[in-house]
């Protein structure tokens, strides 16, 4: 499939620029509102970087902070460590692994021309 036709498979309507790639250093996160929504984006790797977006809010603590948590695996998974209570959160799915009841939303996200996309 090519890139245009990956950016394609959501909604055109839905496909909103965050920033170029290079912005978010590789196994970060950075934070973005969109549609009112905090959405915290990750990049996962550097020579072959995957990006992947969950809701910022934790569940667990009620505060916009899981952009700023630990990017690791447990098996896997690729996850979030958040940095208050410490539970991780799946980038590909959004559960909380240790309390699936508190997991987040999940949104489709690429890399298209350099740029970072999130379908929301």
């Known amino acids: 499939m090519n890139a245009m036709n990956e950016l394609n498979s959501a909604s055109a309507d839905n496909w909103v620029v965050i920033c170029p790639l290079t912005d978010i250093v590789p196994d970060t996160g950075v934070c973005a509102l969109l549609q009112g929504r905090h959405v915290a984006v990750f990049r996962v790797g550097d020579a072959a970087p995957r990006v992947y977006a969950i809701d910022n809010v934790d569940p667990n603590a009620g505060a ?19 940095p208050i209570y410490k539970q991780h959160f799946d980038l590909a799915s959004g559960e909380c692994i240790e309390a699936p009841e508190h997991s987040v939303a999940a949104w489709p996200a690429r890399v298209f021309g350099g740029m970072v996309w999130v379908a929301i």
Do not use: C, D
Not at 64 to 77: A, F, K, Q, T, Y
């Open 64 to 82: 916009s902070v899981l952009s700023r948590g630990l990017v690791g695996s447990i098996g896997e998974r690729v996850v979030v460590a958040s």
